[in-house]
């Protein structure tokens, strides 16, 4: 018989209640008894401790080729010859003195047979030997029958638990699908299964069950090779740490160093992120998991040290250490000669961040100990053989590379004759198209993430910004969990002080007609709002980079607080990396948690509007801020590139909305060494002029918006252009493969204008035209003025490369890009070998502008 929805959840509280009423303690020792009748076993469980035992499980073995199934009252799974068997949620609970009579569970056996072993929570059934270990603090036991699969996680602590998911990996080839009591994502054969709002959180002492998550698995059978719990083993038991390295040896010895070699270590539950070497007790050096060698620097000639090697997973678990190796240092006065220098040095191959380098060895009268490739004049790194990598460069970027060689005794040779290579582009072979998506696009404009996908826009896209988060004017870090609109005031110098919409962000539930997959959200998931449907994003294209913006015009104003000091410049960048790279958003609104959003952000876009200038009311500003903002984007790109060390991702992208005005730039941006850190500039190619939704700007006379060429006709003192804008980086050193040009995907508009024989065109105005939403004045999406503004008749300035609409004399007259444009500045970029275009924003377009770009931008 069916029940109505509300039957069931007034069952599920009633047991959760129930659950909840049991105290839950360190597991005591229950026994269970097997009996034999014809073919059907039975196990009556017993309790004969002074208090409640809340969980278990038995797994028993059975005579080669004999089957259990038909379970009651429990679930069996059989591997082989063992059996486990989960008692159903309402025997799992055993009160003191108590037994599963007459619900104990019962099961069909295929002969008439007695178990060969049997444990309890594992320890014997009869009680006899070693008591069970306790349970862990939160467990997962994975069940499956046929295709047919589960989790039952239980909670085996005194309070609640808020939150969990379970992370597991099948085998390969196999798939999870069909959901029900939670949902699934697989990426390669890594599954997460996060829970549904009636069973997120877990009572004291209870379950899932009856709730528990299922789902269909694609192998009949198939059982994980891993699983983990909210990030512990879902069975409760430790972190195996990993093996210890073997085979520790000195690969070369100078007077100085040490440079040792090892065989790597065999990983526990596990990835091993990094090897340490010690001398004696002292940790001397510390190297990537990847690495199975390091060099010990700056020790004491002709003396004997004492060397072992441990392996360290992810979480820090270290191995035992390596057999020990005893080295001593050379004599120097035994060899002054140094070795020959290396020849023969060029480049094998580059990616956007590495060059792959070769010469021929070097020979020496007592041996070669290693060499050091040195880039633009500094060590980069120290290696064995006749080939190395350099990595954490920068894409799009000439570097020079020598080599020198080292003897035995510490004698150097002169450096090599240079190489120079230049590093590939982000985007290979093509061109970026970096759009951004505004938060609160949702509301008055109801552009959701899906909209991206229904114009068609996503698939032509490269990049894909997310603006904007905020600074936290008390911590100066990373600004997230609040929900705090701005001032009405767009000159309120306090307007975006703490603001944040963390609704929008990662707390609103989405409906199926918003959603990307077409699942409506439950409103009870870890991740809602728009970072999940960037993640749903993500999985439909995978090759779509999504990046957080941090700053634009509202948020900056605490860039220079942030970037004064080396402390506030770590704290800053490893609060950002900590909330958008490794996910760790603040609960908020029964969503977030740690590494709920992990995953979504593929790098950082930095937004600072403006360093060492004016920008927004109130923003602070420093005679500092120019080298101080270079430092930043150093910080921003060190402690990205160590993340990708530490956990073996693919490298994070951190890009940057840099200014058009050539003062600006000047102002606030070292170009030669923010362009060692940055891997694009979006140059702003927009609002050149305009009225200002306040009348604060250019209210009275008109102006093109984002022109490609300098218009003669222009009467400012400056004039603005996307050429003048693209020269002062490119004169500045930028590679132009760094490069990206703005496009505006809205108009910019005044009113009551004078024809003036220029059809409106530097003509006086009188103010903002009517906008697109009322608090927006001078200010429409493309779509929109197109559709709404009536008699505006189309015009291309064919010299300035600029479009306009005018409805005559006396009325509006509007400046903004369109197909034509955008084709125009699409050759352009192509001609001067930039990486591509910028868009501010998508929610402007319907689809037109998008194909225009991707079409131009086309080999």
Known sequence: MRRSVVALLSLALFV?????????????????????????GKFVVSNPGTAAVNGWSIVFTLPSGVTASSPQNATISQNGTEVTLNPAFYIKNLAAGKNTEPYSPTFTLSSAVQPVTCTISGAACDGSGAPPPPPAAVSAVYQVSGTSASYVISNNQTTALSGWSVVFTLPAGVTASNAANGSIAQSGNTVTLSPAYYNTTIAAGGSTDPYSPTFTVSQSGAKPTSCRVNDVNCDGSADAPPGAPGNLRAAAVTTKAVTLAWDAAVPGSLPI??????????????????????????????????????????????????APVTVKTNNPADDTIPPSVPAGLHSTGVTSSTVALAWTASTDNKGVANYDVLVNGQVATTVIGTTATVTGLSPSTQYSFTVVARDLYDNVSAASTAVTATTGDIVQNGYARVGYFVQWGIYGRQYFVNNLVTTGNAAKLTHLNYAFANIDPQNLTCL????????????????????GDADADYARPMSAAQSVDGQADTGWEPL???????????????????????????????????????????????SCIDTYIKGNLPAYSSAGGPGSAAGIFDGIDIDWEWPGSDGHPGNHVSANDKANLALLLAEFRKELDDLTKSTGSERYELTAFTPADPAKISAGWDLPNTAKSLDIFNIQGYDFHGAGSDNSWEPNRTGHAGNLYADPNDPYSFHFSVENAVNAYLQGGVNPRKLTIGLAYYGRGWQNVADGGKLG???????????????????????????????????????AVATFCFTGDNGQWWSFDDTWSIAQKTAWLKSKGLLGAMIWEMSGDTGTLTTALDTGLKP
């Open 761 to 799: 065109v530097w003509q006086a105005a009188n103010g903002a035209a009517p906008g697109q939403f009322a608090e927006e004045a001078g200010t429409r999406g493309y779509s929109n003025l197109i559709a709404s503004v009536p008699n505006c008749t189309i015009h291309h300035d064919t010299v």
């Open 273 to 322: 992120t990094s090897y340490d070497v010690y001398n004696g007790a002292t940790l001397a050096a510390s190297v990537d998991g990847t690495a199975t060698s390091a060099t010990v620097a700056g020790l004491t000639p002709n003396t004997s040290y004492t060397f072992t090697v441990k392996a360290k997973d992810r979480k820090g678990n270290p191995s035992a250490a390596s």
């Open 16 to 40: 959760a209640m129930a659950m909840a009423s049991t105290p839950a303690r360190a597991a005591g020792r229950l026994v269970a008894v097997f009996s034999l009748s014809g073919s059907q």
């Open 480 to 499: 997230q969990g609040v929900t705090k609109g701005t001032t009405a005031n767009p000159e309120d110098p306090s307007q975006g002080d703490g603001a």
């Open 528 to 574: 809602r709002g728009n970072f999940n449907q960037l993640k749903k994003l993500k999985a439909k294209y995978p090759n779509l980079k999504v990046l957080i913006s941090i700053g634009g015009w509202t948020y900056s104003k605490y860039f220079s607080d942030v970037a004064a000091t080396d402390a506030s410049r770590k704290k800053f960048v490893a």
